[in-house]
């Protein structure tokens, strides 16, 4: 089988240099919205740009210096010579060194040249990143991007808050609908009950199945120590995490474990809540 024959000329290392400068400059202008990914695109096609022009100026050397030859050869050649640069083992006693530990020696080989232009790279690549990100702000930094992304979130929490009909502590209703009760009952257990405990018995937390409350028993108390939380006791606030409308499921689905009397109850603790339907009875003075 004849080998692959390659004549390289100074046309095509410009067209093809050309070709994927064009390629470059036109994907820089499709990546509009997101400026660090054209970034990034970029600085790889010029990372290839500069890997394909060298190695085409290689083999248009080889050919020139050693006249036609196959392309699997001259790339053969690039590797060793370009890439690898490694002393023929036949030669390797050039490179001992003097010094050994326990009978072994080491070997003054240079560093392979494909590491060195690595390591230039990305000294270049640094320079480029400080001025493209710090001295001409044409990117924005981490902490930008991480502040547009929870200004982002923040609108599309509010949006979706709108959308659930703003609920809130001061209008929040008690729902005894089995749809809102099962989602409220899958949320209690999920974020719930590692603290109150699976049928609301009290571990860290308090009973909740009792009358006696410490921040009040109403639907409307529940839903707001929900979503604020309570700092000083280590109960977090949970209205990153939960909409209204699920706080809302969550509040109702407590309010039915009261009564329910769970093995294993925490004592009571706090107050005893009374609803405002309720009358209270009168104290003799």
């Not at 036109?26 to 740009?49: D, H, P, Q, R, V």
């Not at 023929?88 to 020696?105: A, N, Q, S, T, V």
């Not at 400080?130 to 923040?154: D, I, M, R, T």
Request: charged residues 20%.
């Amino acid at each position: 089988m004849k080998s692959f024959q390659v004549n390289y000329n100074g046309n095509i290392i410009k067209k093809t240099f050309l070709m994927l400068f064009s390629f470059s400059t036109s994907l820089f202008a499709a990546g509009g919205e997101n400026e660090y990914a054209a970034f990034m695109e970029n600085a790889f096609l010029i990372l290839l740009i500069a890997v394909v022009f060298t190695l085409l100026v290689f083999l248009r050397e080889a050919n020139l210096e050693k006249g036609k030859r196959s392309l699997f050869s001259m790339l053969l050649i690039f590797y060793k010579d370009k890439l690898v640069d490694a002393t023929p083992i036949e030669r390797e006693k050039e490179i001992l060194l003097d010094h050994d530990f326990d009978g072994i020696k080491e070997l003054d080989n240079n560093l392979p040249p494909w590491w060195k232009y690595l390591f230039y790279v990305t000294i270049v690549w640094g320079v480029v990143y400080f001025f493209y990100f710090h001295v001409f702000s044409a990117g924005s930094l981490q902490e930008e991007e991480y502040a547009n992304e929870v200004q982002s979130a923040e609108t599309q929490k509010a949006l979706a808050m709108q959308g659930s009909g703003l609920i809130d502590e001061t209008n929040v209703q008690f729902s005894n609908d089995p749809g809102t009760l099962f989602a409220g009952k899958e949320n209690y257990i999920k974020h719930c009950a590692a603290c109150h405990g699976r049928d609301g018995e009290g571990l860290v937390g308090p009973n909740l199945t009792d009358e006696y409350w410490i921040h009040g028993g109403s639907i409307n108390d529940i839903f707001r120590i929900i979503k604020v939380g309570v700092p000083d006791k280590g109960m977090i606030s949970w209205k990153s995490q939960l909409t209204p409308t699920a706080m809302q499921e969550v509040s109702s689905y407590i309010i039915t474990l009261q009564g329910t009397n769970p093995p294993n109850a925490k004592p009571a603790q706090g107050e005893k809540y009374i609803p405002p339907s309720e009358p209270v009875a009168a104290v003799n003075g």
